[in-house]
Every structure is written in structure tokens, then in C-alpha cells.
């Protein structure tokens, strides 16, 4: 059984500027051990690997959307859902223009996995721990009010911890029991980040170690289309 | 700023039978102080309201399903996301047949804001302490694989705190900010419970103190069909 799980804030960051060393800055900041997992948001991943662009003026972020969507699933009014080149659904195919200067627009990385993959890289590289790294983004969702913290990225973690065949309390069989932990985890990390705050990164620490191991939010969470009923 | 948040699971929690008083066997097991978030599985709520029924074994479970939901948006094979009459959607109306003996289903509590109500109020009563409560449930969501705990009852707890009007790290204002803290909590406490571990409730300690107030998730954060994009 797993124990207490501790939701650690990251503060001290600097604003982040492209090029950064985004792994040296978390790992002067926060205080890490084997084990825990780091959650860094979308937001400073974007800006330190340069995906901040400049907003036309004379359009405005819609053309942005257009061209970072593959295939748009509901409009309304400004709102747009649409689907990215990730497989992620989400508004305005996760463009962000809020903690950025005005007239500055923060795109997704191009590839969040890989973006984790090398923080989780440079932070054994430099302090020697073991961790898991997550990228998490604020995604709204269907039938439910309000935003919550998703993961678009992810290394060093099971996204997705399959409880299949293993028994209940009562020793039946379980039925469904694909845990997306990953997600778990992004919510929980943004319960001490908060939206205003201005607090990107949090120490997840006391996760059951058999989540640790290899794995990819674009490949293990996206649902592919034919085995998705709402696309 | 928030500081560190503790998830802390509950254990030593007797078998729940119809008519239990849950409150106050969580009073025996948790060590509780005022600003605590309890979080408690669906499925206690269930069997101590005595919502546990027998399976037709001539037609199975299927039936129960029929009855629970006031409309079908999805069929495929076993699998039916419904809108149960509490306004959620989801897997089968929330029917849990694991957890609970051969031949029987756990249905969904008649009214879980209620539910969690009581158990905030007998847990006042009965140790002075003023918590939030949450009865969380297990969902699966379009577009990505896994389920994830969100809540499904509370009380005590604004579900959604609403960051409009403040500004971001920048001083800008920011755009999408009504978080829906509520299921962030749920799906925390489920990071400490886990599926076939047997642990149905959790405790969160360090909660913004703001988030705590009036709400019902049924109210708040089922999203009117009228609003909703997916329905």
C-alpha cells in the first residue's frame, strides 16, 4: 500500500526566457531526491524551448489555432476544440496567451514527451537522482465545468498503471482498472501551483515506485480515433 | 501561496455494511483537524446507504444500467456512457460490480452532495472539527485512455474556484481560470488509495484555506446541456 504522498511547490524560479536551462534552474530550486516526480508546466517548457510567437495584430491568435489544429471538433463564439498534431483535444489546440507578454502567443511543445525526457536527462545528469518528469497543461473537458491539469508529456513513469488481473478487496477479479496515474499526478501537482501564482513546477513525493518505468502520454493517453467513441 | 499538501490514505476501515455509520468510523480511523479535505470513495457511500442491489442473473447487470440512466450517448459492445438523473456521464451509470459480492452492483448514491453533507456534518458533531468532505467516483473521459478519480458529492468545498479578475505573474488578467479544484482533490486522493488496495477514504491537509465555502457538484460542476459543447 502506498503511503503519504506530499505536494512540494517549486518557488524561487526565475521567469523563464528562451534557451534557458530549464533543468539547471529546477534542480538550484528545488530540493530532489530518487524517486520523486517532478511536474513543470506547459507554459515554461514552451518559453524555455523558444515556442513563444508574435500574435498578428491585424488577425489576432485565430489563424495560431487554425495552423497548430489537425482537425477542429466544436466551435463557438471565440471557443475553439480542436485536435493537435499530439492527438491532444483541447481549446484552442492549447495556445495559451495569459503569463505572456501581450501580443505574444505560447504554443505547445512540439513534442512534450521528449521535453520531459530531457529534463528527467539533465537532472540525473547533474544532481544524480532518479526522477520522473511530467509536462502538464490546463485542459477544460466535456460535461464537467472548470479546467483541470492534464499531462501532455511525460518520462520515467507508466502513464497508464494497468491494475488488470490483479483481485479486489473481496479477491474478484478487477474490472476496469487502467489508472491514468499520470494525469493523477498533474492534477495533484496544480493544487500547489495555482493559476496565479506564478508557481510552475512542484515535487510530487511518496509515489508507489512501481509506477516508475518507461513511458509516453502521446503514445500510452491519446486515444487513437477507432477506439475513441467522442471523435 | 500554498504551501505543502499532504495526501494521507485512511486505513484500518472495517468492511462497510448498509445502515453503517460511516462518519463515524472515519472519526475512528483518521486523525482529523479543521481545513482537512476527506475524501471518500463512492463505493462506502454506496453499501452504508444501502445502495447495493441484487443482479438478475437471468439478465445481468445490463437492466440496472437501463434504469440508472436517463439517456445513452454512446453504445460499443458491453460498454454504455449514459447521463445518469444526477446530470454525470459516464461508464454503465456509474454501476460498480467490483468491490461488492458475486451477484450484486453498487449504484450511485440517490443524491452524493447529500451524502457528503452528512458525513461533514456528523464528522462536526461528533469531533468538533470543520473539514470538507468529497465521495469520489472513477470515470473514464474521452480522448484519453485510463480512468481518473473525480468527485461526484461534496460539501464544505467551493467545487470550482473561479481565478477570473485576478491577474497572472505578468499583472495581466487572465482568460480560462475557473479550476475545477473539486476533481483535482478527488484525483489526488486517489493517488494514495489506489484501486485494489482496499483504502476508501483519504485525507488532504494544506488546502488553500480560500477554496473551503458553499457548493454541490451537482449544481457546479455538471455542466448544463445547454452550455455543453459534447452532449
Redesign the interface.
Known amino acids: 500500500?502506498?503511503?503519504?504522498?506530499?505536494?512540494?511547490?517549486v518557488?524561487g524560479l526565475p521567469e523563464i526566457a528562451p534557451g534557458d536551462d530549464l533543468a539547471g534552474m529546477i534542480a538550484e530550486a528545488a530540493d530532489l531526491a530518487d524517486g520523486d516526480v517532478v511536474v513543470v508546466t506547459q507554459k515554461i517548457v514552451s518559453k524555455a524551448e523558444d515556442r513563444v510567437v508574435d500574435i498578428d495584430p491585424a488577425v489576432g491568435h485565430k489563424p495560431l489555432v487554425e495552423a497548430e489544429s489537425v482537425r477542429v471538433l466544436?466551435r463557438?463564439g471565440n471557443l475553439v476544440?480542436s485536435e493537435t498534431e499530439h492527438g491532444?483535444?483541447c481549446?484552442n489546440a492549447g495556445i495559451d496567451?495569459?503569463?505572456?507578454?501581450?501580443g505574444r502567443a505560447a504554443l505547445l511543445p512540439v513534442d512534450p514527451d521528449r521535453s520531459a525526457r530531457r529534463i528527467r536527462d539533465a537532472l540525473r545528469h547533474r544532481l544524480g537522482v532518479d526522477v520522473a518528469v511530467i509536462v502538464s497543461d490546463?485542459f477544460?473537458?466535456?460535461?464537467?465545468?472548470?479546467?483541470?491539469?492534464?499531462a501532455i508529456g511525460c518520462a520515467g513513469l507508466r502513464?497508464?498503471v494497468d491494475?488488470r488481473g490483479?483481485?479486489?478487496?473481496?479477491g474478484?477479479e478487477?474490472?476496469?482498472?487502467?489508472?491514468?496515474?499520470v494525469?493523477?499526478?498533474a492534477?495533484?501537482a496544480?493544487?500547489?501551483m495555482?493559476?496565479?501564482?506564478?508557481?510552475p513546477v512542484a515535487v510530487i513525493r511518496?509515489?508507489?515506485p512501481s509506477w516508475f518505468g518507461d513511458g509516453s502520454v502521446v503514445a500510452?493517453?491519446?486515444?487513437s480515433p477507432e477506439?475513441?467513441?467522442?471523435?
Chains 1, 2 share one sequence.
Open positions: 500500500m502506498t503511503g503519504t504522498i506530499s505536494l512540494v511547490p518557488t466544436r463557438r476544440i491532444f483535444v481549446a496567451l495569459s503569463n505572456v507578454p501581450e490546463t477544460g473537458r466535456p460535461w464537467r465545468a472548470g479546467v483541470t491539469d492534464v502513464p497508464v491494475l490483479t483481485t479486489d478487496a473481496l474478484r478487477l474490472q476496469v482498472t487502467e489508472v491514468a496515474v494525469d493523477e499526478l492534477a495533484a496544480e493544487l500547489v495555482g493559476k496565479a501564482s506564478g508557481v511518496g509515489v508507489d500510452d493517453v491519446v486515444r477506439d475513441d467513441l467522442f471523435r
